[in-house]
Nanobody, 120 residues
């Protein structure tokens, strides 16, 4: 079993910054990809950013040059630094991990979600 514990998020004015973190624990033998998704009311969940075990990153166009995903392999933690936030970034942000586990093979896990609200 794998647990993802998110922290960060909250309320910020437009133009401000927030940082999210997601710590993974459990029977993880190897990470494949970790990422952040978001789900806004009335919209589909979308991939915001992801990072592979080799450090390759991917961003949705709407956050490029504003958000940065990074990871600390020693701490099994992934971060999302969000700058120049806009009201349209308001959503629940979810951490996701695609991993190989001891005993269960490849599996996909989700965090509990953290609210990010950007006021105009």
């Amino acid at each position: 079993q794998v647990q993802l514990v998110e922290s960060g998020g909250g309320l910020v004015q437009a133009g401000g910054s927030l940082s999210l973190s997601c710590a993974a624990s459990g029977r993880i033998s190897r990470f494949i990809t970790m990422g952040w998704y978001r789900h806004a009311p009335g919209k589909q969940r979308e991939l915001v950013a992801s990072i592979t075990s080799s450090g390759s990153t991917n961003y949705v166009d709407s956050v490029k040059d504003r958000f940065t995903i990074s990871r600390n392999n020693a701490k099994n933690t992934v971060y999302l630094q969000m700058n120049s936030l806009k009201p349209e970034d308001t959503a629940v942000y979810y951490c996701n991990a695609d991993v190989f586990t001891y005993g269960y093979g490849r599996a996909n896990y989700w965090g509990q979600g953290t609210q990010v609200t950007v006021s105009s």
